[in-house]
C-alpha cells in the first residue's frame, strides 16, 4: 500500500519567514497530492491540491510543487503570518481509490 | 465546499455507556469516512462508506459502528465506552472532482469517557 512520509514534524519561523513543508510517498501511481491545514479545535480543511501532470500550483502565499521521479511533494508558504500558526497535513491518492494515505502532520508556529 | 455536520461537539460520559456521534453532509456526496484523532496527531481511518447500505472498516481497529441508511446521514456508535475511546472524531464526505477525491471535514466531535 502506499506510505506518506512527512517532515518535519515540528517547525518554528518568525513572522515573515517562508515555511516548507516536505512529504515523500511510495505508490508511482498516486496522482492526486492535496493539503489540508487544521487549526486548533476545529476539522482538517483543504488549502490546496496538485495532480501529477501539474509540477507546480500556486494560490497567494501558497505553493505546492510536485516532483514525481523523485515521489516528493512539499508546500510553500511565503510571508508567514501568526494566523498560519496550524497543523498542516499532506496527503497521497491514485485515481479510483477513495482512501488518501495522509502525513503525519507537522506543526507550524509562526512568532510574531 | 461541503457542509459537514457532527453532533454533539463536546461530550462527556461515564463508562460503559452507549453513545452515538452524528453526522451530516448536505452535499449528497456517496462517500463519507470517520477518523479518530489524538489532539494534533495522526488522522486515522476507523470507518469509511461507498454508499447508502455500505460500511467498511478503516485501517485502525475500532470498537465503534456505522451504519449508512440514508446518502446523508453516517453515525458512529459505541455500544459501551471505556476511558480509551476518549480521542476526537472526525466525520468526512468526499466529492471527485477534475483533481480528485476531495475529502472534506466536519468540526469534529470531541469524547472523554470518565
Known amino acids: 500500500g502506499e506510505n506518506v512520509e512527512q517532515h518535519p514534524s515540528t517547525l518554528s519561523v518568525q513572522e515573515g519567514d517562508s515555511a516548507v513543508i516536505k512529504c515523500t510517498y511510495s505508490d508511482s501511481a498516486s496522482n492526486y497530492f492535496p493539503w489540508y491545514k487544521q487549526e486548533l479545535g476545529k476539522g482538517p480543511q483543504l488549502i490546496i491540491d496538485i495532480r501529477s501532470n501539474v509540477g507546480e500550483k500556486k494560490d497567494q502565499r501558497i505553493a505546492v510543487t510536485l516532483n514525481k521521479t523523485a515521489k516528493h511533494f512539499s508546500l510553500h508558504i511565503t510571508e508567514t503570518q501568526p494566523e498560519d500558526s496550524a497543523v498542516y497535513f499532506c496527503?497521497?491518492?491514485?485515481?479510483?481509490?477513495?482512501?488518501?494515505?495522509f502525513g503525519r502532520g507537522t506543526s507550524l508556529i509562526v512568532h510574531p | 465546499e461541503a457542509d459537514i455536520y457532527q453532533t454533539p461537539r463536546y461530550l462527556v460520559i461515564g463508562t460503559g455507556k452507549k453513545i452515538t456521534l452524528e453526522c451530516s453532509q448536505t452535499?449528497?456526496?456517496?462517500?463519507m469516512y470517520w477518523y479518530q484523532q489524538d489532539p494534533g496527531m495522526e488522522l486515522h481511518l476507523i470507518h469509511y462508506?461507498?454508499?447508502?447500505?455500505?460500511?467498511e472498516k478503516g485501517d485502525l481497529s475500532s470498537e465503534s459502528t456505522v451504519s449508512r441508511i440514508r446518502t446523508e446521514h453516517f453515525p458512529l456508535t459505541l455500544e459501551s465506552a471505556r476511558p480509551s475511546h476518549t480521542s476526537q472524531y472526525l466525520c468526512?464526505?468526499?466529492?471527485?472532482?477534475?483533481?480528485?477525491?476531495?475529502?472534506?471535514f466536519g468540526e469534529g466531535s470531541w469524547l472523554t469517557v470518565v
Open positions: 452535499m449528497g456526496h456517496d462517500k
Open positions: 468526512a464526505s468526499s466529492e471527485y472532482t477534475r483533481s480528485g477525491n476531495t475529502i472534506y
Open positions: 462508506s461507498y454508499g447508502v447500505n455500505s460500511t
Open positions: 496527503a497521497a491518492s491514485k485515481g479510483g481509490s477513495y482512501i488518501p494515505t
